[in-house]
């Protein structure tokens, strides 16, 4: 079983940034396609972005594109997002996710295997 355990997040006013972890318990964390995902109230689970297993390449929302980074480091089993630029429209709760298989889409909620607990993050205007 996986855990994924979530820091940061908080509130910050438009155009600041914040950075959330995901550290993971696994024992071969690059076994693992990670990915951030965010929901507002009111609305469904929407991708954010994503980092392959090996960290080299990165795949994000048109949404955040620019604005956010995701980052991983597998010698300390943890993702990062880096998130730049903050907009109110950016407010939700934002989500890290791990799965094992092999998917061409990255936004596929349900190819997901293990979720963080979840980390509030609002912008004020």
């Known amino acids: 079983q996986v855990q994924l355990v979530q820091s940061g997040g908080g509130l910050v006013q438009a155009g600041g940034s914040l950075r959330l972890s995901c550290a993971a318990s696994?024992?071969?964390?690059?076994?693992?396609?990670m990915a951030w995902f965010r929901q507002a109230p009111g609305k469904e689970r929407e991708f954010v972005g994503a980092?392959?297993?090996?960290?080299?390449?990165?795949y994000y929302a048109d949404s955040v594109k620019g604005r956010f980074t995701i980052s991983r480091d597998n010698a300390k089993n943890t993702v990062y997002l880096q998130m730049n630029s903050l907009k109110p429209e950016d407010t939700a709760v934002y989500y890290c996710?791990?799965?094992?298989?092999?998917?061409?889409?990255?936004?596929?909620?349900?190819?997901?295997?293990?979720w963080g607990q979840g980390t509030q993050v609002t912008v004020s205007s």
């Open positions: 996710a791990a799965r094992r298989g092999y998917y061409s889409n990255y936004a596929l909620v349900l190819s997901y295997d293990y």
């Open positions: 696994v024992r071969t964390f690059s076994n693992y396609q």
């Open positions: 980092i392959t297993r090996s960290g080299g390449s990165t």
